[in-house]
């Protein structure tokens, strides 16, 4: 089992800027995939950037040139670092891991609780 703890949520004003952090505890021996993804109310999840465990990132077109996705690896941590901000970013933003665990055959998704971000206009 994987535990993810998200943290970095919060309010803020268009233009401004937000970090938020996920960390995965466990018997875990790597996290092929991490990602972010995001739920405004009344639609579907969406993606909003990934990493692989080599660092190579994807984006989601209302990410780019705004959003950057990292890890640590050694910390097993994702972060995710939003600047620009816009209301159309008001979301619970949820991380996204695959791991492969001790024990466990084959890779295993899990997700955060999630985090509220508010961009006021």
């Known amino acids: 089992q994987v535990q993810l703890v998200e943290s970095g949520g919060g309010l803020v004003q268009a233009g401004g800027s937000l970090g938020l952090s996920c960390t995965a505890s466990?018997?875990?021996?790597?996290?092929?995939?991490m990602g972010w993804y995001r739920q405004a109310p009344g639609k579907q999840r969406e993606l909003v950037a990934t990493?692989?465990?080599?660092?190579?990132?994807n984006y989601a077109d209302s990410a780019k040139g705004r959003f950057t996705i990292s890890r640590d690896n050694a910390k097993n941590t994702m972060y995710l670092q939003m600047n620009s901000l816009k209301p159309e970013d008001t979301a619970v933003y949820y991380c996204?891991?695959?791991?492969?665990?001790?024990?466990?055959?084959?890779?295993?998704?899990?997700w955060g609780q999630g985090t509220q971000v508010t961009v006021s206009s």
């Open positions: 990493i692989t465990q080599r660092g190579t990132t």
């Open positions: 996204n891991v695959g791991a492969v665990m001790a024990g466990v055959v084959g890779v295993q998704f899990y």
């Open positions: 466990g018997t875990i021996i790597s996290l092929n995939f």
